[in-house]
């Protein structure tokens, strides 16, 4: 597939210089909280690079390394002399200031956690001492911040003041006004720190001229000409999976170009209760979209009769799922266009980033590379929860736009063993309770995925006077920011008891509810 960037990136952008730093992500994020558009560049990125994109500032992430030690990642120096505003975080302060002159020692111990820090030049700072200027205006001291470092910097840079101090970084803030250079040691991204966000947008709004541009409104604008030029009167189809990125992404190509989109739905039998008829409701009836609707459950069933091996069943979903699409194209003859719902975290080039968030399983259920359309990627700039807002603007219920993230292979490595439609069934009915309770008890949105796994057993029990011989339920919900890491959810014992009570009343065939308490690592979120 050719890859066709279809929209262009706002004139005013912000670079986060990723230094391997787990929050490079979400500084970008916090930037774009800010209403100003953010890209993630590494920092290998040469001045001439950066010059060639004219970001309006720059901010320099933190990083696990220690900037004293041989091989420890660092900056082209000519960006300092590029007259771009910059804030260093952490390591990045650090950095910034070992390059420009300063000094950096270990400080003891180190800092870990929260951090009270005073406003004001520190005793000890060997530069002008003067008021504590620009970048910390207007917030109290001493404040709580977020530490987590083992050096600091010990000797500003010639030319910065010290504005700022804790107990294990005497300084803690750097600033050069003139040279438009600010250091924080702290994490201003995260909301331990309670002033990080005002710290973030004083640099950006008021130290570095950038306007609050960045809005969903804006964005769709831009998206839907963007989209209507590029796709210019030809036609354009998207696979709808359920999911919120396919569905915003065809809401946002169905603005630009109406009827010249059409959108495919292979439904697999393998969603979630109601789950594949709210797709066509939504989309058909409410969106006006023109929907070709793949009833193909029979197929995957006979398809899946007799595997049970996790890989094989994955590989056996994901090349009928292209099969059936590939059929249905026929249908849309001329189409020229694939509508595809990549986001920004998938894009960013900050390699390491991205080779640790792919696996290579997830693609299952997605489209392999070498159809013959161009791309039309309209959330390749998004974060998620910026696909989330766009799609709300469009009109989506909440239903969808704030759907879990779900496998591509569906409930199908959901079934240990064999996955049959009764089985299916089963799962469906037990998934919907335990949706439903999390819903009652005001859960759900604490929660990254929440759903049910039948496992391949039997287990024996009584109810009523008889005895029963059915398949137990496990109930798995997990916290996790990124599907990286996880932790089983502590969802309160009696909302897990009206679940089990539920089920077993409910769904006949279920006989026994367990609760995983597995984090990940060391298990995964889905079972297969
Ligand atoms: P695991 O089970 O590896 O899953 O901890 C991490 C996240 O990825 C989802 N997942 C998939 N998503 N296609 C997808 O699009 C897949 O084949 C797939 N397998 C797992 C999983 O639900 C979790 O959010």
Redesign the pocket.
Known sequence: MTEVLSVHTPDEKVLVVDFGAQYSQLIARRVREAKVYSEIVPHTITAAEVAARDPTAIIFSGGPKSVLIEGAPIVDAAIYDLGVPILGICYGQQLMAQQLGGVVGGSGSGEYGRAIMSIGSPANSADAPGEAAGLLAGLPSPQTVWMSHFNAVVGAPPGFVASASTEGAPIAVIENAERRMWGVQFHPEVAHTPHGQDVIERFLHDLAGCSAQWTTDNFIDTAVADIAAQVDGRRAICGLSGGVDSAVAAALVHKAIGSQLTCVFVDTGLMRKDEGEQVVETFRRHQGMELIHIRAADRFFERLGGITEPEEK?KAIGELFIRIFEDARGGVEDAHFLVQGTLYPDVIESGTAHAATI?S??????LPDDLDFELVEPLRTLFKDEVRSVGRELGLPDEIVLRQ?????GLG?RIIGEVTPDKVTLLQEADAIVREELRIAGLEREIW?SFVVLPDIRTVGVQGDERTYGFPAVIRAVTSDD?MT?DWARIPYDVLDSMASRIINEVAGINRVAYDITS?PPG???WE
Do not use: L, Y
Not at 361 to 366: A, L, P, R, W
Not at 405 to 409: E, L, S, W
């Open positions: 994955r696996k399983h997830h693609n299952v259920g997605g993230p779900f496998p591509g292979p490595v995925q599907a996880a990940k995964t979120i889905e």
